[in-house]
């Protein structure tokens, strides 16, 4: 199964905006176009606005904030965009990820101008419609901008629930058992606990209250697992939580190797060394002893997609 993403369709460089231009994007269509496919999509287009066309914003009436015309408000095209969103939707589960175009009234995931009813004063910033609607439709796939994009912190994590994800889209596939379940979450469980450690625990917890799998148990194990990698756990949250991940390893490996990572985690904790130098660690811990356990472990051990998404040369 390839790594497919819907992109903006200005951003791959096609000329769909409504001034006849594009958004080209670099970034996106070398380093992650090299791995990924992209499915294009302009909703403005596909609900029958042409290029050039006359510019739409988003304006609120009382509770409503609809999608109008800035020079002719008649023009209403927020119940299009929605069905659009519906329509785009069925397709979700062949994609990894979205990534849209910043400030469209259409397609912004933050940060879009919502005017007052008349559209001369700007109230407030919020989504576009057809984004905010297919978030709501399709709450596990990962949805972001291209300003987003370009922060490192928000990209690695975009890039890393967008892998996750893809893992996921391929395992289903092979019609898992509950123990097949287990094994994929203890993959991941590294990835969970730096994000969100409190939200690992309940997916153990979760996990260890299921006797048997049907199909909704796995949508609501995803649901949960993605609202994981969501998280933005802190140094203090995480240097707490690896403390508690690595205590099967005092058995495991030798006492000099235990209190030279103990002394790391400390430094870790203490702002000293950054994470990349706890994970460096436990990575050669893991091969050092071959502790079994952790050579599945996707955080310690990215595949060659992963590396080269995650950690651009």
Known sequence: MELTLGLSSCLAGNAVRYDGDDSYNPKI????????????????MAIGLGVPRKPIQLRRHGEDVRVQGVDNPQL????????????????????????????????G?????????????????GQGKFAQHLQQLCPTLPMIDEWQLADSQQ????IQRVLARWQWLKWIRTSPDLAALRQFHQRFALSLLLRD????????????????????????????FMTALNGQADV????????????????????????????????????????????GAL????????????????CLFPDGVEQRLRYPV
């Not at 269509?29 to 403005?44: D, H, K, L, S, Y």
């Not at 069905?83 to 469209?104: E, M, N, P, V």
């Not at 995931?109 to 910033?125: K, N, P, T």
């Open 29 to 44: 269509m070398r380093e992650i176009g090299e791995w990924a496919t992209f499915e294009v999509i302009c909703p403005e």
């Open 76 to 107: 209403d095209v927020t119940d299009a965009l929605l069905d659009f969103a519906r329509q785009i939707s069925t397709r979700c589960d062949q994609w990894s990820g979205y990534i849209l175009k910043k400030g469209s009234p259409s397609c």
């Open 109 to 125: 995931m933050h940060g879009v101008r919502i005017m007052d009813a008349s559209g001369q004063q700007q109230l407030e910033s």
């Open 155 to 158: 990209y690695d994590q975009f």
């Open 197 to 224: 450690p409190q939200a690992k625990y309940d997916l153990d917890a979760w996990l260890d209250e299921r006797e048997s799998l049907g199909e909704s148990d796995l949508a609501q194990y995803f649901l949960l």
């Open 236 to 279: 203090l949250q995480r240097s707490l939580a690896l403390n508690v991940y690595a205590q099967p390893l005092a058995s495991e490996i030798e006492a000099a190797d235990w209190a030279a990572l103990q002394e790391l985690l400390s430094e870790y904790g203490a702002g000293i060394v950054p994470l990349s130098f706890v994970l």
């Open 283 to 298: 990575r050669q811990l893991v091969v050092k002893h071959q502790l079994a356990l952790w050579q599945d472990c996707v």
